[in-house]
């Protein structure tokens, strides 16, 4: 079973940067594609990022893309998600995902195709 703990979150002013990190135990990391989903309060979860098993495949939805960058360290068993430039309408509470059984390359980017969720963290831009 796979275990996701996710940290970094706060609260920023607009324009600032995060970086966002979710911790997998009880697996190897690389066996896993990894994913990033957000969901602000009275809207449903999206799609942030994802990240293929060998890192080199990422997505991203439209919103973020430029600003943010998906990453992970196999070897660290770590993902991350680094956030820039963020922005009011970031603000939602980020959940790292995850989901083993797939090729090297494939990057999912809906919640059904996750199988293995973590307990969120709170992101909060504000000035």
């Known amino acids: 079973q796979v275990q996701l703990v996710e940290s970094g979150g706060g609260l920023v002013q607009p324009g600032d940067s995060l970086r966002l990190s979710c911790a997998a135990s009880?697996?190897?990391?690389?066996?896993?594609?990894m994913g990033w989903f957000r969901q602000a309060p009275g809207k449903e979860r999206e799609f942030v990022a994802s990240?293929?098993?060998?890192?080199?495949?990422?997505y991203y939805t439209d919103s973020v893309r430029g600003r943010f960058a998906i990453s992970r360290d196999n070897a660290k068993n770590t993902g991350y998600l680094q956030m820039n430039t963020l922005q009011p309408e970031d603000t939602a509470f980020y959940y790292c995902?995850?989901?083993?059984?797939?090729?090297?390359?494939?990057?999912?980017?809906?919640?059904?195709?996750?199988?293995?969720w973590g307990q969120g963290t709170q992101v909060t831009v504000s000035s």
């Open positions: 009880e697996v190897t990391l690389g066996n896993y594609v």
């Open positions: 990240i293929s098993r060998n890192g080199v495949n990422t």
């Open positions: 995902a995850a989901r083993g059984g797939v090729t090297l390359y494939y990057t999912p980017q809906t919640s059904h195709e996750f199988y293995f």
